[in-house]
């Protein structure tokens, strides 16, 4: 795909862009931090540079298994990138959750250098969790989840909630993430859990598909497809709500190519990809294909929009200038301006959900890495390079993380990465290529 020409590329999502990058020492992993200097001035983490020591309890009670519901929220928090779980052999209080503590021998946990104790216990179809803030001795969450089919997936809700009561922000290791799999042979559309488990295909219709996007309210992903007359048109699946499933923008000349959609955060509107003579341009339209409106109209080529959290803006790439760069205009189309000036190769933006960052790719000597931008191009700095391409951004709904996808072991697979571009995990490893990812909201 490197050798097609970058009209091509863009409308599939093979593009970067270059820009200079200061390199430290390459770590184990094969991946290059960024200068403390250079980096964004953004908040990670709410625990002072360290991650929180937490003491999780074996779950009691009957009716299910304490231990492996303990571990798959062990390993939600620790997805987090903000918790570490104690080894339970160094506990001096109890192992295993008899009955939740209304109140706690602080001082015992403190002993083991332990911030947090995380109690669980099952009662009569449901699971009642309290975690403890030990330093305070006192409670900062005390909950009770339905004890359903997939206890893996409640186990996740309650590391997010324990996440939420000690930083102020919901954990996403309960959220999923699409992306694109080549390893049934054909480029399909794929959802797994935020940390790579539970990876299941979406689509099978052995066509061509690319740039899956969630909606809003995560019951719906519209991707692009060749499998209508073997001509790009935008298509959707539902897992719930109101919207119905198949091709959209059905009222539109049938010879024209869609290459993309991306749902506004409304969930009512869409700005999508269409050829015009043959050259892509921006429109948006209503989520059931009515008042259709062009904001781009300009013979170069403008792809891959992504709203601001508002609705208010868009960003978007151009080549306006000679060169792929990302710009910046209203909902509207108005105020159409460059955002990216450093580097002759940027591309794949994605609006962070708090509003503060864009992420993008660039193309440094040959290798694309991902850089932030803040959406009034005042502060410009690489989030992670390596020797090997990262590609496609997409951010967690935290604003915490972000996945792409990465040539660092051979083949393209996705990774997540937090926000001060460590803590890198590769979270696809079946066969195939691995690409596109979309990170998806929280579940609601």
Same mark, same amino acid.
């Given at each position: 795909m490197r050798g097609l020409g970058w009209g091509l590329l863009l409308v599939l999502g093979s593009l970067a862009f270059a820009a200079p990058a200061a390199r430290a020492q390459a770590q184990e992993t094969g991946e290059t931090a960024v200068p403390e200097a250079?980096?964004?001035a953004v908040v990670v983490t709410d625990a002072g540079g360290r991650?929180?020591?937490?003491?999780?309890?074996? @779950?009691?009670?009957?009716?299910?298994?304490?231990?492996?519901?303990?571990?798959?929220?062990?390993?939600?928090?620790?997805?987090?990138?903000?918790?570490?779980?104690?080894?339970?052999?160094?506990? =001096?209080? %109890?192992?295993?959750?008899?009955?939740?503590?209304?109140? =706690?021998?602080?001082?015992?946990?403190?002993? #083991?250098?332990?911030?947090?104790?995380?109690?669980?216990?099952?009662?009569?179809? +449901?699971?009642?969790?309290?975690?403890?803030?030990?330093?305070?001795?006192?409670?900062? =969450?005390s909950r009770s989840y339905r004890a359903g089919a997939d206890a893996r997936r409640t186990a996740r809700r309650i590391a997010d909630d324990v996440v939420e009561a000690f930083t102020g922000k919901r954990g996403v290791a309960s959220t999923e993430i699409t992306f694109v799999s080549t390893r049934g042979g054909n480029s399909e559309i794929y959802v797994m859990d935020a940390d790579g488990g539970g990876q299941r295909a979406a689509t099978r219709n052995k066509s061509i598909n690319e740039f899956p996007s969630w909606s809003p309210d995560g019951n719906a992903i519209v991707y692009m497809s060749y499998f209508y007359r073997r001509s790009p048109k935008l298509f959707r699946i539902v897992r719930g709500g109101s919207q119905q499933p198949g091709r959209l923008l059905r009222n539109l000349d049938a010879t024209r190519a869609?290459?993309?959609?991306?749902?506004? %955060?409304?969930?009512?509107?869409?700005?999508?990809?269409?050829?015009?003579?043959?050259?892509?341009?921006?429109?948006?339209?209503?989520?059931?294909?009515?008042? =259709?409106?062009?904001? /781009?109209?300009?013979?170069?080529?403008?792809?891959?929009? /992504? $709203?601001? %959290?508002?609705?208010?803006?868009?960003?978007?790439?151009?080549?306006?200038?000679?060169?792929?760069?990302?710009?910046?205009?209203?909902?509207?189309? +108005?105020?159409?301006?460059?955002?990216? @000036?450093?580097?002759?190769?940027? /591309?794949?933006?994605? $609006?962070?959900?708090?509003?503060?960052? #864009?992420?993008?790719?660039?193309?440094?000597?040959?290798?694309?890495?991902?850089w932030l931008i803040d959406?009034?191009?005042?502060?410009?700095?690489?989030?992670?390079?390596? %020797?090997?391409?990262?590609?496609?951004?997409? $951010?967690?709904?935290?604003?915490?993380?972000?996945?792409?996808? +990465?040539?660092?072991r051979g083949k393209p697979d996705v990774y997540v990465v937090d926000l001060d571009g460590q803590n890198a995990r590769r979270i696809t490893s079946a066969a195939g290529e691995n690409t596109h990812p979309c990170w998806g909201p929280y579940p609601r």
């Open positions: 250079e980096r964004p991650r929180f020591q937490i003491a999780a309890q074996e @779950f009691g009670g009957g009716g299910l298994d304490g231990a492996k519901l303990r571990q798959d929220v062990v390993d939600g928090l620790d997805f987090s990138g903000l918790f570490q779980a104690i080894d339970p052999a160094a506990f =001096l209080g %109890p192992r295993v959750t008899s009955a939740l503590s209304d109140a =706690l021998d602080c001082g015992s946990w403190r002993q #083991i250098g332990a911030d947090a104790l995380l109690e669980g216990v099952a009662r009569g179809g +449901s699971i009642e969790v309290r975690a403890w803030d030990v330093a305070r001795c006192r409670a900062v =969450l869609v290459y993309r959609g991306v749902y506004a %955060p409304s969930g009512g509107r869409l700005a999508a990809v269409i050829s015009v003579d043959g050259a892509p341009e921006i429109f948006t339209v209503d989520a059931d294909g009515k008042n =259709l409106r062009r904001l /781009t109209n300009h013979k170069a080529i403008d792809v891959s929009p /992504t $709203w601001s %959290p508002d609705g208010s803006r868009i960003a978007f790439v151009s080549d306006r200038t000679g060169s792929p760069q990302v710009y910046v205009m209203n909902a509207d189309g +108005s105020g159409q301006r460059r955002l990216t @000036f450093e580097g002759s190769y940027n /591309t794949a933006p994605d $609006w962070s959900p708090d509003g503060r960052w #864009i992420a993008y790719e660039t193309r440094v000597g040959g290798q694309h890495d991902i959406p009034e191009g005042k502060s410009n700095a690489a989030l992670v390079t390596h %020797p090997r391409t990262d590609e496609n951004p997409s $951010w967690a709904p935290d604003s915490r993380k972000i996945a792409f996808h +990465s040539t660092r």
